[in-house]
């Protein structure tokens, strides 16, 4: 399909295909491309990291009306890297 330059998509185009790629509605080819990107880019990899978790924990409170402990033990080590993430940059 549409050819992509060496640096592949940006973080902008990732962004406008998270929810289609999350929904699974995403073109093969353009889920490899958001891949390939979140590799080469922590900043996107937390974004999807914490948009999958937030769908999951959603989705677990309307299964279990509650937030499972291991869970939310994931989520907290996520927050604190990212408040190293930012500590650091
Ligand atoms: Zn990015």
Same mark, same amino acid.
């Given at each position: 399909?549409? %050819? /992509? %330059?060496?640096?592949?998509?940006? @973080?902008?185009?990732?962004?406008?295909?998270?929810?289609?790629?999350? $929904?699974? $509605?995403? *073109?093969?080819?353009? @889920? *490899?491309?958001?891949?390939? %990107?979140?590799?080469? @880019?922590?900043n996107c !990899? &937390? &974004?999807?990291?914490? /948009? /999958? !978790?937030?769908?999951?924990?959603?989705?677990?409170?309307? *299964? !279990?009306? *509650?937030?499972?402990?291991? &869970? !939310?033990?994931?989520?907290?080590?996520?927050?604190?890297? $990212?408040?190293?993430?930012? /500590?650091?940059?």
């Open positions: 399909m549409i %050819h /992509t %330059h060496e640096n592949g998509i940006t @973080c902008q185009d990732l962004l406008l295909n998270l929810s289609s790629y999350i $929904d699974g $509605d995403l *073109e093969e080819s353009m @889920c *490899e491309e958001l891949k390939r %990107h979140m590799e080469g @880019c922590q !990899r &937390v &974004v999807f990291d914490t /948009t /999958t !978790r937030t769908i999951y924990l959603y989705q677990s409170r309307i *299964e !279990r009306d *509650e937030i499972p402990p291991e &869970v !939310r033990e994931r989520l907290y080590s996520k927050l604190n890297l $990212d408040d190293f993430l930012k /500590t650091k940059a």
